[in-house]
């Protein structure tokens, strides 16, 4: 169903932008034939792009309207290794033009096949982006934003153990809900100048350790009650309450906190900034 | 019944294609999206029927004649300007060689007992693959259709069509380039020298309002202050010109440092926003203030030399001052007006315009940088003694002589002669 509303809802996108100049619509799919592992990088430079599960049958699709002045489509699947390059690459037509922001606004949808172990390797540009890998089979995660705002979720749990998710952030707003469920055994946030919020509720099956770096900013952990966790932190000129937190030598811990059950490890360098914690039933 | 099945039905009745019953065996999910799309094509198929030309093979073309190069379509853009490029005009006399491949114009269908080795482009037509091809596949203007035991062992790209998967198995990827959501704008037409002049004209006359009023609004509300930054534009050219050129040298690091400082006190954080407006503000407010303190320094001058020379000025005040100095301003800018549609000499007189405004704004924003706004009038050589500034008036405005003899009796203006000076 959700393809459905995510197809209606690109076939709308060329109405709404009727005003564009020249937005162009490209879709680009492939047939699933029984691949097992699919690395995909995509770069999408501006505009709002999403990601969410897909059909079954296909190993990923992408639904495009692009900016024909400024940007490009790009499509290029490797069968020998495996990975697909998707997203839209900058052509000329460089300079100043004055128009609404939602004149120019490139909307990218793109989805993932469910069956297929996946590494990600997203790079956004000044685009907003809506990411959604609950169901899908992740086993690494690497997304890197620059001026943007970008939501990443895991709305249901990771069908792989995943190695690690990094997030690297320029001057953005990031938020990633659902962590736990994401089974990703190692986290890690680059935080540059501007807001983050890494909600680490979900299904945890295994100890997560996150390491956490932000330089100028606020960052917002959402930690789920019950789970056994542990924040060592390195700061700078940044404030922290470490509510429902008890000291234990340079660490804050939950209460009954025991190393050896599976918990949460986290890490904090922050230069300058406040860290706000939320627990979460 | 469940209401997908109902769907499919109604679909098979209306006569959709035979590819429908490939979705028996997907998900009911999948199979109503299939068959909603199906039934729109063929709708769509029905009622506007594609004029296609007639079927038929593209020679090859002699020599180094068009040639298209299929053998990668990752970037599809690329591919459509290269095609268009080699075959701006689709007709029965193309010619055009596809490497490793073949062309055709129109429809074009590979049967299900056929084998097709090499790429395929088809040119104003649709492609309907019931066989085999062994290569990839390119359509223009038309859509393809790959039937269930139809095969594409390599990619698919549709430009300005679509591409249905009706049950066949496609090896590579499939790609549609649609047409741009709008056609771009036509080519603006050439104008006229007159309506050129008509524009220029008509923008001009906007922009001398707009800085009138704005300029009028500052003499009734901050006179003094204007009065301050035009008397520091006169007396202080140079220095302004210099002051200005450094402030605008300067502004972006300036703003930088702002945006820095703000965010490293973290409660600053929160007037950042503010900050820069309102440095916008400032720097807008320095820019237009300074010119049009520059207008009213260059009037003032021009109107004081009229009456040294004995012309009666009816109201020699800060409005007159403004108005007569952005007329004299304005003047380069409605030459350009005038004759800027003349090939060469209109853009020397808009780069002459352009740039005599370029310096006179930095000399006012200098001005106001050095006057703080008109509040500090050290260079504004007003720390002469009055009776300094009586023996200038004195000096400017002759008593004795030829030009005192012109002058009319009776019309002195105000403030010149030796006994106003001395009250």
Redesign the interface.
Known sequence: ?R??IL?GALAAA?LA???????????????L?GESRLSAKLDFAAGELRIVSG???ELYRMTL?YD?DRF??????DAAAGAVHLGVET?GGAGLRVVSGEQIKQLAAVELSPRTDLTLDLTLGAAEGNIELGGLRVSRLALQTGASRTAVHFSRPNGVRCSSAAFGAGAAELVVTGLANSRCDRVSLEGG?GRATLDFTGELTATQQADITMA?GELALRLPRGVPVRIRTDRL?SSFKPSGLERQGDAWITPGFNPAARHLDVTLRTA???ITLEWVP | MRPHSLLLAAALLAGAPAAVRADLG??P??R??HVVEVVRDFVVQQLSPAQHPAPQAIPDAPGIGPSVDLSDL?????TERAIREAAPHPGPNLRLTVPNGHARLGDFTIGSAETVTGHLLVLEGNANVYGRLLGNLVSVDGNVVVHPGGVVSGDILALRGTVR?GGG?????????????????PAQAELSALARTGLNAAGIMGVFLTLLTLGAGLVLFARPNLEVVSDTVSHSFGRSFVTGLLGQILLLPTFGMLVVGL??S?AGILLLPFAVVVYGLFVIVGVVGGYLAVAHAVGETFVRRRMARGVVVGSPNSYRYLLTGLLGLFALWAAWALFGWVPIAGDLVRGAAVLVTWLLATAGFGAALLSRAGVRASFAGRLVPPEALTDEYLWATPQFGVPAARRPDGHTPRGTRRDDASR
């Open positions: 169903m393809s459905i197809a060329p932008h009727a005003a564009a100049q020249s937005m162009r619509p490209f879709t680009t799919f492939r047939q034939h059909r079954s049958d309207a024909a490009a489509p790009l499509s290029r699947y052509v100048v100028i000129l300058v900034g406040g | 997907r998900g999910e999948e109503i999206g990752s970037r599809p853009a690329e998967d198995e496609i090896g590579g990827e499939v790609r549609t380039l649609s047409a741009a959501a709008v056609p771009p704008a965010v490293l973290v």
